[in-house]
């Protein structure tokens, strides 16, 4: 909402408060100014002109040589290129010195060799959109009316003195879509009152029933509908102050009859709309929804088709008007109209809003109705448009209207007390402080016993409940005066809980790996949904998805990630590393909301290391991505909780994944996703994982200990054990450290062996076991000793044999 600041005086005093004050002083109360712009910011030296002569240039076809009185002792000479300058005109000159919009400055010059002393402007010259100028102004020079006297500042004139305040609105203050809405605002802000305009009228003896009738079958659709009529109109331009109101409101002028309409819609928030009553082709009103295929020709050209969700205004035959949204071109004002139909009614804003979306119409008057209109205001704005037409175009008003009333608008009444004001804002606000934010804001209000019984007009239509009034008490004793204060309860500082800080330490970690944060969307598609599921559920649907790609919520993190991976690598990002920490979503049953469960899981693809100088590059494999999470067990304290389990799982690769047990029950996997997957995602070789992070985190870690730093030294044995093929490393380094005793501090697999040396179904597995005692240096035969159960666990439980 575009709200000029000179305009707004009219309804309320703002003297002693400029229009930067007062806008700080609406932002603090709830409503943000977006900004305040000054119409005639660095502007100066343009005045308005006579043009005395006009001649042909000598030099050039399309230029005019121009003498112009203005004000000063003589005239000057000024070459005007516009089309439409011509003798006897009142026009806006920037004079030698002027300076207009862009900092461009007026100077002495020669065109063709003739001199020129200023420029005859333009209004888009002078700083107006495009948009807002009349058509018959849009090319050419701006041209003022006969009485506009030579020398005075154009720019006042023009109204471009003026400051406008550009009012961020949202959807519930639909009051402050007017002037008058926002002058009861502001007044509610400076203690001041509202001064409303006088419709005062004369009317013909003639009765304005006796001319049209109106019969509404939509009742619920259209409620209340006033019909006036005005004869006698002339149609012409606007006066200046009228235009240049509604161009400083964004609004095009056209003439009065139609710019009344327009500005009344600005100052009471009503939309009008005038018929020519000569055109309308009988003497009857009806409304009514569209019959099916039914076709209207609105003013803007366009033949609409409708259907029986439309609402019309009908002649009793033919479709004049989509209700709230356009006027018929059937029925539109024209230069030679001399009576008026004026229409001032209540729609139903769904309504309108229906037939503004089929049609892709959005007007003033329908962005209004669909955020709702006064309905109180609906006579009034009918009034004051009738005495503007009677004032401005030379009207005789018809006595009374023809009106249909179904409507019944009551003020809404609220009670709240004291005791629950200052409770819910934490205050301590006096009830005559309450008493006086509710008067100001004009409602009415009685108080019993500390509680207020408040009557809401009808303008207000976003204040029904306790809260409401609350909210308005707050904004206006102002959100700066409510105290600080540190909670009741507050014995001890505020800190993360234990799971908040391990979510924390894991997220630092991984980055500190080398890993990026990547956030993805929790809605995918059906087949991607199930893909990579630590927990098998069935698919939690959207009632009302807006795509079939996002129609369920996700039951793993990985599928996103492999899409990120794969927009980096078409784009010559041939690294990343990517982790996740976010939801997935299990189902508990039709109808049930879906249970959250925190995942964290991780892609990672390319050179995990280069170095170029060196020509030493390290391709991801499976033992770095297993090697971060190793490292993050261990930060978490979890590493003896944690072990590996060779697995299969869909879209992984068989041979090179695992299942992580958390104290041996599942709690996670790591592996390389299947070639035929990477193929048909034009991935290169890429592992992935994920965990469940609340189990994980959930789960108590091990205390830190500490160990001293040994004085004695350890003894180490190397051995390879030839086993069959299908023996697990693990088990078997597994059974090693169980069998190796207290003495037996690590043991570590390091070499693999497979070839003609050895039988077809056996291999060959290389261990290094470090025996070492803290308190004493070790002798041979304590070591052979126990160097030696370990030889015998892994014969008799994998038949393994000592590789000479």
């Given at each position: 909402m575009f709200v000029s600041y000179k305009w707004l005086q009219d309804y309320v005093d703002l003297s002693g408060i400029p229009a930067e004050e007062l806008a700080e002083k609406i932002t603090r109360s709830g409503i943000e100014v977006e900004g305040v712009?000054?119409?005639?910011?660095?502007?100066?030296?343009?005045?308005?002109?006579?043009?005395?002569?006009?001649?042909?240039?000598?030099?050039?076809?399309?230029?005019?040589?121009?003498?112009?009185?203005?004000?000063?002792?003589?005239?000057?000479?000024?070459?005007?290129?516009?089309?439409?300058?011509?003798?006897?005109?009142?026009?806006?000159?920037?004079?030698?010195?002027?300076?207009?919009?862009?900092?461009?400055k007026i100077k002495?010059?020669?065109?063709?060799?003739?001199?020129?002393?200023?420029?005859?402007?333009?209004?888009?010259e002078l700083g107006f959109e495009s948009k807002t100028v009349a058509k018959e102004y849009a090319e050419g020079i701006f041209v003022f009316p006969n009485n506009a006297e030579p020398g005075k500042d154009a720019l006042a004139e023009l109204g471009r003195d003026d400051q406008i305040l550009e009012l961020g609105l949202t959807p519930n203050r639909s009051d402050c879509l007017s002037m008058l809405g926002v002058a009861h605002e502001v007044a509610a802000i400076l203690g001041r009152s509202v001064t409303y305009p006088d419709l005062t009228h004369d009317e013909g003896s003639e009765k304005a029933s006796e001319s049209i009738s109106v019969a509404?079958?939509?009742?619920?659709?259209?409620?209340?509908?006033?019909?006036?009529?005005?004869?006698?109109?002339?149609?012409?331009?606007?006066?200046?102050?009228?235009?240049?109101?509604?161009?400083?409101?964004?609004?095009?002028?056209?003439?009065?009859?139609?710019?009344?309409?327009?500005?009344?819609?600005?100052?009471?928030?009503?939309p009008l709309h005038a018929f020519d009553y000569d055109r309308l082709g009988s003497k009857e009103i009806l409304v009514r929804m569209a019959k099916d295929g039914e076709e209207i020709v609105t003013l803007d050209g366009q033949k609409r088709t409708l259907t029986p969700e439309h609402l019309v205004i009908t002649n009793g035959t033919e479709p004049v008007a989509l209700a709230g949204v356009m006027g018929g071109e059937n029925s539109e004002v024209h230069s030679d109209t001399t009576t008026v139909l004026l229409e001032s009614a209540y729609f139903n804003g769904q309504t309108v809003r229906k037939s503004s979306k089929d049609h892709g119409l959005r007007s003033e008057a329908s962005a209004r109705f669909e955020k709702g209109v006064d309905p109180n205001r609906v006579r009034a704005a009918?009034?004051?448009?009738?005495?503007?037409?009677?004032?401005?175009?030379?009207?005789?008003?018809?006595?009374?209207?023809?009106?249909?009333?179904?409507?019944?608008?009551?003020?809404?009444?609220?009670t709240v007390h004291i005791e629950k004001i200052n409770r819910v804002l934490g205050m301590n606000i006096s009830g005559n402080e309450m008493q006086s934010i509710f008067t100001r804001l004009g409602f009415e209000v009685q108080e019993d016993n500390g509680a207020f019984t408040v009557t809401v007009p009808t303008r207000r239509g976003d204040i029904t409940i306790e809260e409401d009034l609350i909210e308005e008490v707050a904004r206006l004793y102002g959100y700066d005066n409510i105290p600080?204060?540190?909670?009741?309860?507050?014995?001890?500082?505020?800190?993360?809980?234990?799971?908040?800080?391990?979510?924390?330490?894991?997220?630092?970690?991984?980055?500190?790996?080398?890993?990026?944060?990547?956030?993805?969307?929790?809605?995918?598609s059906e087949d991607k949904a199930s893909q990579f599921a630590l927990q098998p559920s069935d698919l939690t649907r959207l009632s009302m998805p807006m795509s079939e790609e996002r129609s369920v919520l996700r039951l793993s993190l990985i599928p996103h990630l492999l899409e990120t991976l794969k927009y980096n690598l078409a784009r010559q990002n041939d690294q990343a590393a990517l982790y996740e920490m976010s939801s997935v979503f299990i189902s508990n049953g039709p109808g049930e909301q879906p249970l959250e469960k925190e995942r964290l899981s991780g892609a990672v693809t390319g050179l995990w290391h280069l170095n170029q100088w060196q020509a030493e590059k390290k391709q991801v494999d499976f033992y770095v991505v297993k090697g971060i999470?190793?490292?993050?067990?261990?930060?978490?304290?979890?590493?003896?909780?944690?072990?590996?389990?060779?697995?299969?799982?869909?879209?992984?690769?068989?041979?090179?994944?695992?299942?992580?047990?958390?104290?041996?029950?599942?709690?996670?996997?790591?592996?390389?996703?299947?070639?035929?997957?990477?193929?048909?995602?034009?991935?290169?070789?890429?592992?992935?994982?994920?965990?469940?992070?609340?189990?994980?985190?959930?789960?108590?870690?091990?205390?830190?200990?500490?160990s001293v730093i040994p004085r004695f030294p350890s003894m180490t044995r190397d051995i390879a054990l030839v086993v069959d093929k299908d023996v697990v490393a693990g088990d078997l380094q597994s059974a090693i450290s169980?069998?190796?005793?207290?003495?037996?501090?690590?043991?570590?697999?390091?070499?693999?062996?497979?070839?003609?040396?050895?039988?077809?179904?056996?291999?060959?597995?290389?261990?290094?076991?470090?025996?070492?005692?803290p308190e004493r240096t070790l002798t041979d035969e304590e070591v052979t000793k126990a160097h030696e159960k370990v030889l015998r666990t892994v014969e008799e439980k994998f038949a393994a044999v000592l590789r000479g």
């Open positions: 712009e000054v119409l005639n910011e660095g502007m100066s030296g343009v005045v308005v002109g006579h043009v005395l002569e006009k001649e042909q240039h000598p030099n050039a076809d399309k230029l005019n040589k121009c003498l112009v009185d203005t004000g000063g002792e003589n005239p000057v000479q000024i070459i005007c290129g516009a089309a439409n300058v011509d003798k006897g005109q009142k026009v806006a000159v920037a004079t030698v010195g002027a300076v207009l919009p862009g900092n461009f002495k010059a020669k065109l063709r060799g003739e001199e020129s002393n200023g420029m005859i402007c333009s209004l888009q509404v079958e939509a009742k619920e659709e259209n409620p209340l509908y006033v019909a006036k009529v005005v004869r006698n109109v002339k149609v012409a331009p606007s006066p200046l102050w009228l235009q240049t109101r509604l161009m400083a409101a964004g609004i095009r002028p056209h003439n009065n009859v139609v710019d009344i309409t327009n500005y009344v819609l600005i100052e009471y928030g009503q009918a009034e004051r448009a009738a005495q503007l037409m009677a004032e401005l175009a030379g009207g005789e008003v018809l006595s009374g209207s023809a009106e249909v009333n179904y409507l019944e608008a009551e003020p809404a009444v609220v600080s204060t540190f909670p009741v309860s507050a014995s001890a500082p505020g800190k993360l809980t234990d799971y908040q800080q391990k979510r924390r330490m894991a997220r630092r970690f991984l980055e500190g790996a080398g890993l990026h944060q990547a956030i993805t969307y929790s809605l995918t999470l190793d490292g993050l067990f261990d930060r978490l304290g979890l590493k003896e909780h944690i072990t590996y389990q060779q697995t299969k799982r869909d879209g992984l690769h068989p041979g090179r994944t695992a299942e992580i047990l958390l104290n041996g029950v599942s709690a996670g996997f790591i592996g390389q996703v299947h070639p035929k997957l990477q193929k048909q995602m034009d991935l290169t070789e890429t592992y992935v994982f994920e965990l469940a992070l609340q189990e994980l985190l959930q789960t108590e870690a091990e205390p830190l200990t500490f169980e069998a190796g005793g207290k003495l037996l501090k690590d043991v570590s697999i390091f070499d693999l062996y497979e070839g003609d040396k050895l039988d077809e179904n056996k291999k060959s597995l290389a261990f290094s076991l470090r025996y070492f005692d």
